[in-house]
């Protein structure tokens, strides 16, 4: 190489090192992030967003602002985001669907795991397994023992095939050996109204819309589906303690990934930032009167829980022969 030649060379890679050293000591954030939401406005997982989003934005001095890509059970918007770059600023709203579209979609274009680096699970939310009050029963074992005598004629309502209130009732059924009729709704507000009318006989769905309704003895709240009682109605024993089924658990989670390769740094950051919204008392107030749990875990405890989440209800999609809606 002719010495002038080299001394260009050396420069180009000089103001290259250089650039970049500027770009690692630029603050962080230095200008806006998106957030973005792969589900329709309205809901727990739309206050979340936007309540995180509102302090996340007072706390790091830049805008936070959130976008809702729906579609495709959450398939656009997490799509969308494994096509930016992995620099921190667009952030991604995840809920248990994201681990669990990978048994109804086997050619999804990205890895719920490998694709995404974990920054923190936010809350968590508790379901129970609710009864219209004239089905006649006041208990876990009892609701057992009519649906066993009565195979495929109990009704239980969810949101749709693949829903949480779907494969809360579908781990129930292989664990009691029942069969119940599966009746799907266009949301929570349907599934209530029609326990309510005894349209249909039961269903497995988020505590806050049901909460008063089993307190004045309009509907029966006969287990709930967490490790723990709720806090909310703590007269109501865990599906596992009150029909003697060690092992049955599920917990409704959302939280927030980065594209794989954001730098550690800022991971840290936003966990840090997010972790102290979910401990302020005022928004730990706000947070559980919608019956949501703040959680704010370390991003290796979510990505571990996110791992054991996809191959345990892979295996009980699996065998219950459950296939996404067309």
């Known amino acids: 190489m002719k010495p002038g030649l080299a001394w260009i060379g050396i420069g180009v890679l000089f103001c290259s090192a250089s650039a970049s050293t500027q770009a690692q000591d630029t603050p962080y954030p230095s200008r806006r992030i998106q957030y973005i939401l792969p589900s329709p406005a309205g809901g727990p997982n739309d206050f979340v967003a936007r309540l995180l989003a509102e302090r996340l934005a007072k706390s790091m001095g830049q805008p936070v602002i959130v976008e809702n890509r729906p579609g495709a059970s959450w398939t656009i918007g997490t799509e969308f985001v494994t ?30 795991i490998r694709d995404f680096d974990p920054v923190t699970q936010s809350v968590g939310m508790t379901f129970i397994l ?33 829903s949480s209130h779907h494969l809360g009732a579908e781990l129930f059924s292989s664990m009691t050996g029942i069969r119940m009729l599966h009746v799907p709704y266009k949301g929570g507000a349907q599934i209530t109204a029609a326990l309510l009318s005894r349209e249909i006989d039961s269903t497995f769905i988020s505590i806050f819309p049901v909460r008063k309704l089993i307190l004045a003895g309009e509907l ?27 092992g049955y658990e599920m917990d409704v989670w959302q939280g ?9 740094p800022i991971i840290a950051r936003l966990n840090r930032e997010v972790v102290a919204v979910l401990k302020n008392p005022q928004d730990v107030a706000r947070i559980t009167e919608l019956g949501l749990d703040p959680v704010g875990s370390a991003p290796e405890q979510f990505h571990e829980m996110m791992k054991i989440d996809m191959a345990r209800w892979a295996k009980v999609i699996k065998e219950a022969g459950i296939k996404a809606a067309e």
């Open 220 to 246: 029966r709240g006969l287990g709930v589906t967490t490790a723990h009682r709720s806090p909310l109605l703590p007269a109501v024993p865990t599906v596992a303690e009150a029909a003697a089924l060690p």
């Open 130 to 162: 609710t009864v219209h009050a004239g089905l006649g029963v006041n208990s876990i074992g009892e609701f057992i023992t009519r649906a066993r005598s009565n195979p495929g004629k109990i009704t239980y309502a969810t949101v749709g095939v693949g």
């Open 256 to 264: 927030l990934v980065f594209r794989a390769g954001t730098p550690r």
């Open 83 to 112: 096509r930016q770059p992995a620099d921190g600023y667009t952030l991604l709203h995840v809920a248990a669907t994201h681990i669990l579209n990978p048994s109804f979609f086997p050619k999804l274009p990205y890895d719920p």
